[in-house]
Structure formats: C-alpha cells, structure tokens
C-alpha cells in the first residue's frame, strides 16, 4: 500500500507564500514522477506543477515565476513553493505520484492521489 500525504495548506494573504510538501509512504520501489494539481470549486483539475526523477520540471502558465516544484528523493518527498499568491490560487491541492510498488507478491506501476490540502488566498 502506498500513501500520499499532503501539508503546509492554509490561509495566507495575497502576495503571501506557502510550501505544500507531500511525503509517499509505503512499498514503494521507484517514483518516476511526482506533481501538484489544483481544483478550485466549479472548474477542472489543473497541473500545477510537475517534477520527474531526472529533474525536469513542468509548470502551468497561470504560476510560471511564481512557482518552484523540488524533492527529496530520500524523504520521498515532494516540495511546491507559492510566492506572490494571488485569490485565483485558492484551491484545494493534490499530490500525485507517478511510482512502482515494491513487488510481494507483484510490483506495478500506477499514479497514487493524495487527499488534497486546502490553499485558500484571501485578505
């Protein structure tokens, strides 16, 4: 079994930062991929950001500047830094990794879902 849990949410004000980390815990072997996505109420889950084992990193247009995905591989542990946030931030924010299972009897790979971590922007 495998677990994504996601921290550092809250309430900030605009022009405000926050650093969401989201740990993967279980029998895991390798992660490929680790990324953050954001639903705000009434509109579609979006890629926030995006950071495979090798390094490369992807970002939306609406946090390029403003947005630095990072990790620790060790930790299996995933980082997004927000600065100058803005209300139309306000989201909840998913963990997502890309990973193989360590086998017992199978390993498989799959994309695991953490519970999401409230951001919510507001003066």
């Known amino acids: 079994q495998v677990q994504l849990v996601e921290s550092g949410g809250g309430l900030v004000q605009p022009g405000g930062s926050l650093r969401l980390s989201c740990a993967a815990s279980g029998r895991i072997f390798s992660i490929y991929g680790m990324g953050w996505y954001r639903q705000a109420p009434g509109k579609q889950r979006e890629l926030v950001a995006s950071i495979t084992s090798g390094g490369s990193t992807n970002y939306a247009d609406s946090v390029k500047g403003r947005a630095t995905i990072s990790r620790d591989n060790a930790k299996n542990t995933v980082y997004l830094q927000m600065n100058s946030l803005k209300p139309e931030d306000t989201a909840v924010y998913y963990c997502?990794?890309?990973?193989?299972?360590?086998?017992?009897?199978?390993?498989?790979?799959?994309?695991?879902w953490g519970q999401g971590t409230q951001v919510t922007v507001s003066s």
């Open positions: 997502n990794a890309d990973l193989r299972t360590v086998g017992s009897p199978l390993s498989r790979r799959g994309e695991y």
